[in-house]
């Protein structure tokens, strides 16, 4: 099972780091991946961690300001969020077990937690 944390309301140009901890087991054995979702819109990955040497990879819309990060001794996998805008506002999801751009490929999903990003 997987659980998100740390949304909130912040202003446009602040941080907020998510939490996803993964039950159960390190996350290093999964491939763990953060996407969102805003309003009606369809779900977009926003980046993943591998499994083992934990590489990461981003979407563009979110590369150098978003790191994935994990913490194998705390069952768990950070999102790491700068330089915020009104754009990013949206529920942010985890999921298990791909490092896939896609969601179908993902069979285990977190509840969300919403960020909020004001102008």
């Known amino acids: 099972q997987l659980q998100a944390s740390g949304g909130g309301t912040v202003q446009a140009g602040g941080s907020l780091r998510l939490s996803c901890v993964v039950s159960?087991?390190?996350?290093?054995?999964?491939?763990i991946a953060w996407f969102r979702q805003a309003g009606e819109k369809e779900r977009e990955w926003v980046g993943c961690?591998?499994?083992?040497?934990?590489?990461?990879k981003y979407a563009s819309s979110v590369k150098g300001r978003f790191t994935i990060s994990r913490d194998d001794a705390k069952n768990s996998v950070f999102l790491q969020m700068n330089a915020l805008n009104p754009k990013d506002t949206a529920t942010y999801y985890c999921?298990?077990?791909?490092?896939?751009?896609?969601?179908?490929?993902?069979?285990?999903w977190g509840k969300g937690t919403l960020v909020t990003v004001s102008s």
């Open positions: 999921a298990a077990d791909s490092c896939l751009a896609a969601a179908l490929f993902y069979d285990s």
């Open positions: 961690i591998s499994s083992g040497d934990g590489e990461t």
């Open positions: 159960g087991s390190a996350p290093d054995k999964y491939g």
